[in-house]
């Protein structure tokens, strides 16, 4: 969705560097609706990872493959994090 966003903001500049005045402004709002559209689905996404607590994340920030990377079937053992478990591992 953000490159729909960039893709009208190019037309949008195009259209005014060639004087089209109505499809510039056109294509500006759009732009802007997509960009504001993009942000509102980012922070919702973003809160929803950080609400569940998704322990792929802190894998993936620590270098860990995620599951089922490079054809790994098992549960991979995450080293980071709170210690939870019996042996203090988080289990992805």
Request: glycine share 16%; hydrophobic share 55%.
């Amino acid at each position: 969705m953000l490159g729909w966003a960039v893709f009208f903001l190019v037309i949008a500049l195009i259209a005014a560097v060639l004087g089209f005045g109505g499809i510039a402004g056109t294509a500006v709002g759009i732009a802007k609706l997509l960009f504001f559209i993009f942000l509102a689905i980012f922070a919702i996404s973003l809160i929803m990872g950080l609400a569940r607590g998704r322990t792929r994340v802190r894998c993936a920030l620590a270098g860990i493959p995620a599951p089922g990377a490079r054809g790994d079937t098992g549960p991979t053992i995450c080293r980071v994090g709170p210690p939870r478990g019996p042996q203090g591992n988080i289990y992805v």
